[in-house]
């Protein structure tokens, strides 16, 4: 019974571990994520909702950070107040919301291998690249799909002109500029934070 007893222990405390990180710790992002979405539904482009995937990604790592990022598009593209997205459009948004999520494991991943001087100034640059690079991908990715929608309901094969239109438009430039400056601010003053809370807690 005393051998098995530890063992039994061991097991529970397993299962408890597995189900706080698997399912708790990424079920919390995606309740938070939807939650600062609908807050923000009158601002268009400017959410929580990337930071907070480059978060997961930096303290659940890319594979939990990823998922996140689906299941939250996947519940928000169906559900969110503006409409329903198409089928295509919400697989183009979920794989390209998994970027942050990369960002923010490689970040985790540099700072653990002592590649990155842990100073608020060099998290802080890290951030402001990360949301610049990981926000013109995003919305280039996102906005190739729009062409080649927009091209497919006017009938038209040329879809480099539609791809264009959709990615340097006026309207389409303004909304990035947008998204990006919100992005550079919130990764520029939220990142140092996390970055170092949890580097500490470690």
Same mark, same amino acid.
């Given at each position: ?14 299962? $408890?571990? %597995?189900? &706080? ?6 079920? !919390? ?32 790592? !890319? ?5 996140? =990022? ?11 107040? $503006? ?6 459009? *919400? ?6 919301? %998994? ?12 700072? #653990? #291998? ?16 990360? =949301? ?35 990615? !340097? ?10 998204? &990006?400056?919100?992005?550079?601010? *919130? !990764? ?15």
């Amino acid at each position: 019974m005393q051998t098995v007893l530890p063992f039994v222990s061991n097991i529970k405390n397993s299962i $408890w571990k %597995v189900t &706080l990180e698997e399912v708790l710790f990424p079920a !919390f992002f995606v309740f938070v994520i939807l939650l600062s979405n609908l807050a923000l539904i009158s601002f268009p482009n400017v959410k929580f909702f990337d930071f907070f995937v480059f978060s997961a990604g930096y303290i659940l790592g !890319f594979r939990r950070g990823a998922i996140v =990022a689906m299941v939250s598009w996947y519940i928000y593209g169906y559900a969110n107040p $503006w409409g329903p997205a198409s089928f295509g459009l *919400l697989t183009t948004l979920m794989l390209s919301e %998994v970027i942050y999520a990369a960002a923010g494991a490689v970040c985790r991943k540099q700072i #653990k #291998k002592g590649r990155v001087v842990f100073k608020v100034s060099d998290s802080r640059l890290y951030c402001f690249w990360a =949301a610049i690079i990981c926000t013109t991908t995003y919305d280039l990715l996102t906005n190739i799909h729009t062409g080649l929608i927009w091209a497919d309901l006017a009938g038209s094969e040329q879809d480099i002109y539609w791809i264009s239109v959709s990615v !340097f438009g006026p309207g389409a430039l303004m909304f990035y500029m947008v998204h &990006l400056l919100s992005n550079v601010f *919130l !990764f520029s003053t939220l990142g140092p934070v996390l970055v170092s809370r949890f580097t500490k807690s470690s």
